[in-house]
């Protein structure tokens, strides 16, 4: 058996985790904020100091909230842990992967001299085959670089489709 301790106020979760929330989750939280820790009750959350864990009473309050704060996530100098009451699950932490190399055609073009440019399409044309012959469709990418507005939201985006949220 696990013990917890503490009764953080939103207020108090932006100070451990280093972060200002948004006026909107701030809004949002504070008037569902239960006090005592045991049976959060749906539409309500309680927040434990030790560990750093908050516990919402249903799927649809943690989903809410794990959404506006996985937009802060990077920014956590310390991170949290959120469940909600329906079944004890943990929601799972999502964790950005470096999943692809990827080279924007203008830069081989400016970047690299002829003989490196055909070494470097001969080896994507090997991966390209080989991963037909395993019968895999080609890879169809939507690149988004890190400087576009876009970014960051997309990255939303895809940790609400990973985590379920």
Known sequence: MSTYFGNLSVDEMERRAGVEF???LKDYM???RQQRANNVKPGKWHCFDVPFLLVCGDIE???EICYHLGLLRFDFKEPIRISHNEEGIVMPDFEREDRYLVLKRSDIEKYLP???????YFVAGNIRDDRTL???EPLQCVVVEHDWPEYETTWAAIERRV???
């Open 30 to 32: 504070e008037p569902r």
């Open 114 to 120: 002829d003989d490196q440019k055909k070494l470097l």
């Open 61 to 63: 309050t943690a989903t």
């Open 134 to 136: 395993d019968g895999k």
């Open 163 to 165: 985590t379920g949220a």
């Open 22 to 24: 948004p006026t909107e």
